[in-house]
């Protein structure tokens, strides 16, 4: 390869100009392509007391860093509810949000270079922190604790502890037993929302029923969701765990007193089954069965706008999505888009399914301390409120429904602080990695993708629990 | 040392910078000045002062690490307990990381050799000819788009819509053109590695092609005219001539290729996640041990992936020792 001749390197020389050029002008059309989106300009509307922020004393010059798996416009207004503690007590939270987080926290653990403050989206994950790294997560300080005591039930609490120790406080929450449909579409086919399962049911029988050219199904379902993919999948699980088997059954199955694969966990999979594995119920708009395995979850409810399914089970904060699909779109009871409550088998059977993120700490300094006290605070749930357009809610019984702006939210808060509803957390946040981020996700994706059967996903669950 | 360590705006970082760049000169023409002072200087000593800073860089970084996890791989899931060969046996037994293995093996066979192969066969085609700038240009392309980039942009073309909906990806187009049923690319196993490997191949024959090319300009044109006066012509002197010539270069490609394709994790992940049985190992590695917190696991999967490697790098050195021989 010695021998090149002076005309071929030149021209090599115009080979590689060329090749330059193009993935230049490729990074610059990438580049170019961010920075629209800081659109909103959300600060604290009203006024802010800093009476209300005394307790925490003057934090000027302190620093405190968070960490967390919120990115994007969510993240923006997580910042923009920090202004009043920064404010008044001239602290700076230094915040940063990842995708990569639930990967990312234990090394940075590890290395030694833990944030102050990390929000953790898992129960489940919390406790592995805890057991792999008990040195470094500090117990939550007592204004925290005395918060969590004061503003959150006991349910939320125990979420927060382990071993007897509480060591994180409840931030954000969700609730995921809701059912997408679009209102209009319900009153033009004179269909009434469902109070118990068997109604559903029928619903979904006599959607069938009305739509004989097989184009239009009852249901629409997307599960993909990058390597995360079938989490969608495992909260219909869990919804169906708490209807067929009860609270009680589900809290055994969450923490592996029954084995995964009990007879009564077989039930609720054969029930989501027949809906999410019944051609003629699913995947409306979007083609056969698999599909569901292969439809990004953030697109799975678009059918509905088309006309082409009827109902999308999906969360609360589905409705970002909505207005992602269309600006123009209105999420109401009388809007474009509404959601009603799953049934339960009865209607007095009233079980509710929700997630949620927790603070935890992982130094004790005083400032760090006091924000976490105010994260758990009700001054902090309302200034989140009044700069959250949609799709944020907390079981902060201080928070003030009136400043959740949109009807969903208030719903959705409504729900949850209602005495009736029985509230259970998301099981596959709660269960170990290896299951609730792994084999829970990957089983019920192949059980969907690729026809397996209930008892060989069940039983390959139960093989990869962890055994110590 | 505060503006130091924690410098405000741009003109702080600045001058943070010019402090780095400086202290790196002093740094240098330490090392210089005093290699090249005294002429009495042993000759290790200016070994070290030059090998020196590198070896123990190259230990803290590379050999520490990788000492570490080789470690990591004999113990248990946060590394506090010796558990013997048990994460290998995982790692061979498991239904799950059989089809990795699997998986890794179809790519690392069929990436390099087809890549080479079109990359070989576009190299001869567009040789001297009229638009072989713009042919190579073309080819080459892909090259300057990331993993990432390329496994979206292809996760596009295998998009799938039921037959009544208007298609986004252009493979079901064309298929719905034809008049078939739109597929679901990405879902069926074993089918949907092939797809996925596509996309490595489509980034990869351009790296071939261009060393390819190079090495065929570079066959002396006598030999070249000799075989043409003996009335070699055609597909003979590309297999009696051409690929003879250049194969200390096809050999560095198609191992540079493989180990390239071993690493690959980029496209899987973004292309599928690992789901629908299309994990790779280094995908593997990364979900088991930084996802689901199972070190062990993960570094018996990264160990497997480095045995893997060595006799291809092994082969790669021999062959480069020869090439030099020869010259």
Known sequence: MTRTTRTSAARRRTLAVAAGGASLALVLAACSGGGGGGGDDESPSAEVDCADYEQYGDLSGKTVTVYSTIVDTEAEQQQASYEPFEECTGATIEYEGSKEFEAQLPVRIQSGSAPDIAYLPQPGLLRRIVADFPDAIQPVGEDAAANVDQYYTESWKEYGTVDGTLYATPLGANVKSFVWYSPSMFADAGYEIPTTWDELMELSDQIVADNPGGDVKPWCAGIASGEATGWPATDWMEDVVLRTAGPEVYDQWVNHEIPFNDPQIATALATVGDVLKNEELVNGGLGDVSTIATTEFTEGGYPIIDGLCYMHRQATFYQANWTTLDPDLTVAEDGDVWAFYLPGETADDKPLLGGGEFVAAFTDRPEVQAFHAYLSSPEWSNAKASVTPQGWISANNGLDPELLQSPMDQQAYELLTDESYTFRFDGSDMMPAAVGAGSFWTEMTEWIASDKSDEAVLDAIEASWPTS | ?327
């Open chain 2, 1 to 327: 040392m505060d503006w130091l360590l924690d410098p405000d705006g741009t003109g702080g970082k600045l001058a943070v910078m010019l402090v780095a760049i400086l202290l790196f000169v002093v740094v240098m023409g330490l090392i210089l000045f005093l290699v090249d002072r005294p002429r009495r200087v042993p000759g290790w000593v200016v070994a070290l002062a030059f090998a020196g800073p590198a070896v123990v860089m190259l230990a803290f970084g590379l050999l520490y690490p990788g000492l570490r996890t080789i470690r990591d791989s004999f113990y248990n899931r946060t590394g506090s307990a010796f558990v013997g060969l048990d994460n290998y046996v995982t790692a061979f037994t498991r239904d799950e990381f059989q089809i990795v293995l699997r998986n890794t093996a179809i790519w690392v066979i069929v990436v390099p050799l087809v890549s080479t192969l079109l990359g070989l066969i576009y190299a001869v085609v567009v040789d001297r000819s009229r638009f072989e700038k713009f042919a190579k240009t073309l080819i080459f392309m892909p090259m300057a788009i990331s993993m990432v980039g390329a496994g979206i942009i292809w996760k596009f073309m295998y998009e799938y819509k039921p037959a009544s909906q208007p298609q986004i990806g252009l493979f079901n187009q064309v298929l719905v053109w034809l008049g078939l049923e739109p597929q679901q690319f990405l879902l069926s196993a074993p089918a949907n590695t092939f797809f996925l490997i596509l996309v490595m191949i489509w980034i990869q024959a351009g790296f071939a092609m261009t060393i390819l090319a190079a090495a065929i300009r570079a066959i002396p044109d006598d030999i070249v005219e000799a075989a043409r006066l003996d009335g070699v012509g055609g597909m003979r002197m590309f297999r009696y001539i051409t690929v003879p010539s250049i194969r200390p270069a096809l050999v560095v490609v198609l191992t540079t290729i493989a180990i390239g394709t071993l690493k690959v994790f980029d496209i899987v992940r973004t292309m599928t996640g690992g789901r629908f049985e299309t994990s790779v190992v280094a995908n593997e590695f990364y979900t088991q041990a930084l996802r689901q917190g199972e070190q062990g696991l993960g570094a018996a999967l990264a160990v497997i992936l480095f045995v893997l490697v060595i006799p291809i790098i092994v082969y790669n050195v021999r062959q480069l020792k020869q090439a030099e021989e020869i010259r």
